[in-house]
């Protein structure tokens, strides 16, 4: 993204994050009258001891550059989250802790070895291009890898938004959704010369008013690991407990493994995968 860009991203995700607060969250006293969702802008500008016309040329992507000590102190203010602190920084221009950048042709026959080693639970590799570069055979009888999806039919998240058969899949799939939204604008912010981003993002604004609603919240959001359940045409509900995995040797791959419950793997068990 430019540097107007850049500077509007960062306007755009301060506001959200002071609309989703009220004063009772950061200890200060109800007042009345309020026209404004969430806090305001001079109660940011005090929490944050910075002044409240230098906070609003902030928000107004006015060419300002905090310093790293102040964002600290709005991020305190905003009760960000790591994932959300760390966002903030990248969208201000401020470098954090550098990434080995690994493309998907470092996926390694081990890899592959390893990912078709963990049948009968389903796994696959995502790159960090959010392509899908390796998969079990149990993960493709699941979430129907081989399938075409163009124009980016090994992108995740094109997949997950652009196929309603895999909508289907999730007992909570807004959820799941938004959260995979969350994740990917981190990554966006992380790899902002990345052109596949851009381009998938115009895409998915494009066919999914649902996307498009959850982009413009801002959310930034780490790994998602815990239980998933999803509800299968042919052998109803199946639970896996979802863990991400990173190796030494491709840092930026990740090895998403679920891993199924007792009864589920007897279910998988009986299918020859």
Same mark, same amino acid.
């Given at each position: 993204?430019?540097?107007?860009?850049?500077?509007?991203?960062?306007?755009?995700?301060?506001?959200?994050?002071?609309?989703?607060?009220?004063?009772?969250?950061?200890?200060?006293?109800?007042?009345?009258?309020?026209?404004?969702?969430?806090?305001?802008?001079?109660?940011?500008?005090?929490?944050?001891?910075?002044?409240?016309?230098?906070?609003?040329?902030?928000?107004?992507?006015?060419?300002?550059?905090?310093?790293?000590?102040?964002?600290?102190?709005?991020?305190?203010?905003?009760?960000?989250?790591?994932?959300?602190?760390?966002?903030?920084?990248?969208?201000?221009?401020?470098?954090?802790?550098?990434?080995?950048?690994?493309?998907?042709?470092?996926?390694? #026959?081990?890899?592959?070895?390893?990912?078709?080693?963990?049948?009968?639970?389903?796994?696959?590799?995502?790159?960090?291009?959010?392509?899908?570069?390796?998969?079990?055979?149990?993960?493709?009888?699941?979430?129907?890898?081989?399938? #075409?999806?163009? #124009?980016?039919?090994?992108?995740?998240?094109?997949?997950?938004?652009?196929?309603?058969?895999?909508?289907?899949?999730?007992?909570?799939?807004?959820?799941?959704?938004?959260?995979?939204?969350?994740?990917?604008?981190?990554?966006?912010?992380?790899?902002?010369?990345?052109?596949?981003?851009?381009?998938?993002?115009?895409?998915?604004?494009?066919?999914?008013?649902?996307?498009?609603?959850?982009?413009?919240?801002?959310?930034?959001?780490?790994?998602?690991?815990?239980?998933?359940?999803?509800?299968?045409?042919?052998?109803?509900?199946?639970?896996?407990?979802?863990?991400?995995?990173?190796?030494?040797?491709?840092?930026?791959?990740?090895?998403?493994?679920?891993?199924?419950? #007792?009864?589920?793997?007897?279910?998988?068990?009986?299918?020859?995968?």
């Amino acid at each position: 993204m430019d540097e107007q860009e850049r500077r509007q991203a960062l306007a755009d995700f301060l506001r959200t994050r002071r609309a989703r607060l009220q004063p009772a969250d950061v200890g200060l006293p109800a007042r009345n009258r309020r026209r404004t969702q969430g806090l305001r802008r001079e109660e940011v500008a005090e929490l944050a001891d910075i002044g409240v016309s230098w906070y609003t040329l902030l928000e107004q992507a006015q060419d300002v550059r905090p310093s790293r000590e102040v964002l600290e102190n709005l991020a305190q203010a905003l009760q960000l989250t790591p994932v959300e602190n760390q966002h903030l920084m990248l969208l201000a221009g401020h470098e954090v802790a550098a990434k080995t950048l690994v493309e998907e042709a470092d996926m390694t #026959p081990a890899l592959q070895r390893f990912v078709d080693a963990l049948s009968p639970n389903p796994a696959y590799a995502i790159g960090r291009l959010w392509n899908i570069v390796a998969w079990n055979r149990a993960a493709d009888w699941l979430f129907h890898f081989e399938e #075409p999806c163009p #124009p980016y039919s090994r992108h995740a998240l094109w997949r997950f938004f652009s196929r309603a058969e895999l909508q289907a899949l999730d007992s909570d799939w807004e959820t799941r959704a938004r959260t995979l939204v969350a994740l990917f604008r981190a990554d966006y912010a992380l790899y902002p010369d990345e052109p596949i981003f851009r381009t998938v993002l115009e895409d998915l604004r494009r066919i999914s008013p649902q996307f498009r609603c959850w982009w413009e919240e801002q959310d930034v959001s780490s790994v998602p690991d815990g239980p998933r359940i999803i509800q299968h045409p042919a052998l109803g509900t199946l639970e896996f407990d979802h863990i991400t995995l990173q190796t030494a040797i491709s840092p930026d791959v990740h090895v998403k493994v679920y891993t199924a419950s #007792p009864t589920t793997r007897l279910k998988l068990e009986a299918i020859s995968f």
